[in-house]
């Protein structure tokens, strides 16, 4: 009999399968593996397991597909809750700090799922440590999220000198306030919030203030005379995304429509090649997207970056910057080797007959929003979920 692996666990936890979890358990039993030995996943990797279950039904189901808010928005089934009790034995928690800021309380805070912060408060490394540092961290993660991503609108915060709208954190009646606008938006109230007041926890002392600004397009060319066959290739660059490479495709079909993306990538065209193993959230509200874009693992998983954008200022660069491109590669002629394309990752458009059909379909893909026509489906990459 071939040996459980963590990964063998993870699968089952990630399956939301009780019966193949205990499985897997008395198979670990029977070959003598002692409690302390890593097979064993973290709270951490549990939770996020647990998660990311709701990510793979996400795409699976037109329903949740026509509403991503509610899909971002989770409370855990009982099944999760059966999963978390028979693994409690076997449940590690790490030293120091990480003990609870290392995201087995961070997704729980981003889904609003009380339920689930009820029973992680039940935990030692919570009963003792509420208030602190870490703590405070999370928390404010959790309002900024909330205000970003859960907010149509911030018509009910007060302007502040630097900002348009904000929310200020030192003030006494801030959930007072974030509640009435949650009420004027017709969502739900961000009781979870609440809950963490209820036990000691406190907005991080450093950022006193949740705010959201437009970001004006800063989109720029890139033409790369290295790559081997191709007399050009092209790129379009986001400069505000603090990242060297995009996939242009993925760009624009964030600003048609929610859901869940993969702008940033690596040179290679793959995300994980580049550390980013969760994509980026996009909400349209209107005339705006909001996208959440997660930290790469090389960088501190809790730090997470918000972005509104106008959407008609954005694909109007992006239309722009693709038909000179289109321009270029008619103008310039095709690559000799077209297979090539094949293999070319999203975040080049080479000369070739293919890389100008990618560039046709986003064009088109801009005109029909433009025109306030319906935009056909288009097709979704495949969610990477990478559990440590």
């Known amino acids: 009999m071939s040996k459980v692996t963590s990964f063998d666990l993870l699968s089952a936890i990630g399956e939301w399968n009780p019966d193949r979890l205990k499985t897997e358990l008395r198979r670990v039993k029977r070959q003598h593996i002692p409690p302390s030995d890593e097979i064993y996943p973290s709270l951490a990797g549990i939770i996020e397991s647990l998660y990311h279950h709701i990510a793979r039904q996400y795409k699976n189901d037109p329903k949740l597909q026509e509403n991503v808010t509610d899909h971002n928005w989770q409370v855990l089934p009982d099944v999760a809750y059966e999963i978390l009790e028979i693994l409690r034995p076997f449940y590690r928690f790490g030293k120091g700090e990480k003990d609870y800021a290392d995201h087995f309380l961070y997704l ?12 992680l408060w039940t935990l030692e490394p919570l009963k003792d440590h509420a208030g602190e540092q870490p703590l405070g961290e999370l928390f404010h993660a959790a309002i900024e999220d909330y205000c970003c ?34 009420e004027r938006c017709h969502i739900a109230p961000p009781s979870h919030l609440e809950f963490m ?11 006193q203030y949740v705010y959201l600004s437009l970001s004006i397009p800063e989109l720029n060319l890139s033409i790369d005379h290295t790559i081997d066959e191709c007399k050009r290739a092209w790129t379009i660059l986001d400069q505000r995304m603090d990242h060297q490479t995009q996939d242009c495709s993925e760009l624009v079909k964030a600003c048609l429509r929610s859901g869940e993306y993969w702008p940033l990538t690596c040179v290679c065209g793959d995300p994980q090649c580049a550390g980013f193993y969760d994509p980026v959230l996009s909400i349209r509200f ?8 997660p930290s790469s693992m090389d960088a501190d998983p809790r730090k997470v970056r918000y972005r ?63 025109a306030g ?16």
Request: charged share 35%.
């Open 308 to 370: 509104a954008i106008p959407v008609k200022d954005y694909l109007d660069d992006m239309d722009l910057l693709l038909e000179s491109i289109e321009r270029n590669i008619r103008k310039d002629g095709f690559a000799e080797r077209e297979s090539r394309a094949d293999s070319d990752p999203e975040t080049y458009f080479i000369p070739t007959p293919q890389s100008l059909e990618r560039i046709r379909t986003l064009r088109r893909f801009i005109r029909l929003e433009m």
């Open 373 to 388: 026509k319906p935009i056909p489906a288009f097709k979704r990459q495949e969610p990477i979920c990478f559990v440590f």
């Open 197 to 207: 007041l209820k036990h000691g926890c406190k907005p991080d002392p450093e950022i």
């Open 149 to 182: 991503m859960r907010l149509p609108d911030w018509e009910g915060f007060p302007s502040t000198g630097r900002w348009s709208k904000a929310l200020d954190l030192e003030s006494k009646d801030w959930l007072k306030k974030l509640y009435g606008q949650a």
């Open 108 to 119: 729980p805070l981003l889904h609003g799922d009380i339920r689930m912060l009820e029973y």
């Open 286 to 293: 209107g005339d705006i997207v909001r996208w959440r874009i």
